[in-house]
Every structure is written in structure tokens, then in C-alpha cells.
T-cell receptor
């Protein structure tokens, strides 16, 4: 049973464009939603995270939008750059637990 | 501050053998979690240790086991290796596993079973 569904599987965006990756979750007990960025040969690195008490969080070019009623959250990468080309994972967990349930990942390619 | 260190980085083992992977968390972090990453299944949770106790376990067979030492370093063991165990094994550390659930990952150990 996949508790966090991520789409699309892959995405090609032109330099300067907006990259949008979506995730949906099933378990309403989840209350922490991080996004990880992974480059080939590296472990995932935390990019940005949100809790359900806010609907949006922005850090630089990266924004998380959160819709609690729809059980959906998304990552927006503004002014996408070739250096953003990586695999992005959304995840979810409960307070008090370190266990992360991951989406399947989105391979982003930003063309120059 | 040093990051999460996993050793070895690469391993090649034969079916039926066993393997032990090591993880040194960030200094001061007491929670260590292990994940298996494969192209087909993505990142799947194996187990979590906190203060030398297994606190949570994923849906993996008993061939997968782990432990944590008093200095928070952790090892995971896979016995009777199968071809399907070929994967990147990732270790993540966090400070308490409480409200601050930010997890930091190591670079992983790439295990190939032949």
C-alpha cells in the first residue's frame, strides 16, 4: 500500500521555468512533510519541509504548497536552473517518529 | 560538523553470503534509521534505532537486522543474501526523532549481490 503518491515520474523544464511536483497522502496522522533532493551517487538531502498548520512555505526559489483538506502538497521550483537537475522525493512522517514514508521520486531535468 | 558516514561505500557479495553495513550518525544524534533504495521500489524504511533500542521496523524479512551501540553508531546485517537485495542502503540520523524530525542522510552503501 503506497501511502504517499508522487507525480510526475519525470519532468523536463526549460531554464528559467517553473518546476512543479505533486504529492498526495492517505494517512491523516501524518504531520510533517519534507522534500528531499538527490543527486546521482549521493544520499538524499533535505530541501524544505512543512507542517499542516501552514498552507505555504517558501525558502529561496523553493516553495511548498499544502492543502490539508485534499491531503495534497506540492513543490514549486521557481526560475529553475540546470543545477536543479536531480531526483526529488516527497515524504511524510508523524511527530515523535523519525520514520519517513517516501514518494517514488521525480527525476527533474532542467534544459539549458 | 561531520555528516553521516556510511562504510563501506561499495560491496559485492555472492548469493547466500551475509553482509554488515556500518553507519556513524552526526555527533549528538541519537536516532538512526535505515532505508533501502531500489529503482523499482524507491526508498523503503527498514528500521529505526534510538538509544540502542529498535523503535520502529518496516516490512522486511527477518534476514534484515540491525543494532545500535552506546555511541549511537549503528550496523545493519543482511543474512542469506538474495539477488533482490542489491540496492543502495541509506542511513539517516536525527537528533531525537521527536518534533524535530529532520533527518540527514549519508551517501549510502551500494550493495551488489551476484
Amino acid at each position: 500500500q503506497q501511502q504517499v503518491k508522487q507525480s510526475p515520474q519525470s519532468l523536463i523544464v526549460q531554464k528559467g521555468g517553473i518546476s512543479i511536483i505533486n504529492c498526495a497522502y492517505e494517512n491523516t496522522a501524518f504531520d510533517y512533510f519534507p522534500w528531499y533532493q538527490q543527486f546521482p551517487g549521493k544520499g538524499p538531502a533535505l530541501l524544505i519541509a512543512i507542517r499542516p498548520d501552514v498552507s505555504e512555505k517558501k525558502e529561496g526559489r523553493f516553495t511548498i504548497s499544502f492543502n490539508k483538506s485534499a491531503k495534497q502538497f506540492s513543490l514549486h521550483i521557481m526560475d529553475s536552473q540546470p543545477g536543479d537537475s536531480a531526483t526529488y522525493f516527497c515524504a511524510a512522517s508523524y511527530s515523535g517518529y523519525s520514520t519517513l514514508t517516501f514518494g517514488k521520486g521525480t527525476m527533474l531535468l532542467v534544459s539549458p | 560538523k561531520a555528516g553521516v558516514t556510511q562504510t563501506p561505500r561499495y560491496l559485492i557479495k555472492t548469493r547466500g553470503q551475509q553482509v554488515t553495513l556500518s553507519c556513524s550518525p552526526i555527533s549528538g544524534h541519537r536516532s538512526v534509521s535505515w532505508y533501502q533504495q531500489t529503482p523499482g521500489q524507491g526508498l523503503q524504511f527498514l528500521f529505526e534505532y534510538f538509544s540502542e533500542t529498535q523503535r520502529n521496523k518496516g516490512n522486511f524479512p527477518g534476514r534484515f537486522s540491525g543494532r545500535q551501540f552506546s555511541n549511537s553508531r549503528s550496523e545493519m546485517n543482511v543474512s542469506t543474501l538474495e539477488l533482490g537485495d542489491s540496492a543502495l542502503y541509506l542511513c539517516a540520523s536525527s537528533s531525537t526523532g521527536g518534533l524535530n524530525t529532520e533527518a540527514f542522510f549519508g551517501q549510502g552503501t551500494r550493495l551488489t549481490v551476484v
